[in-house]
């Protein structure tokens, strides 16, 4: 799923403004570059963890208390979807 998709289901699912959406979207895109970086000069998941909860902690400063609750539940539903095999994004049925 692209940050633009992430994005755009966030706006959805969190109500968030153009601005938290403008700014959620370049905190994203950073976060992805940093991770193909690291991800092509080898590193595993567990040297990409640090990038994704910086990640995760910049878009949670940008949202308002209500949203950091609903989103901290949407990650962790994702995860919990992750850990039982299933794809973490959203998708087909």
Not at 59 to 83: E, G, H, N
């Amino acid at each position: 799923m692209s940050p633009e998709d992430r994005v755009a289901a966030m706006k959805t699912q969190l109500n968030l403004t153009d601005d938290q959406s403008a700014k959620i979207l370049a905190i994203m895109k950073d976060g992805a570059a940093k991770r193909d970086s690291v991800r092509n000069a080898g590193g595993d998941r567990d040297a990409m963890r640090p990038i994704m909860m910086a990640t995760n902690a910049k878009i949670k400063a940008v949202l308002t208390p209500d949203q950091q609750t609903a989103y901290q539940k949407m990650m962790d539903d994702m995860r919990a979807k992750m850990q039982q095999g299933g794809g973490g994004g959203g998708g087909g049925n």
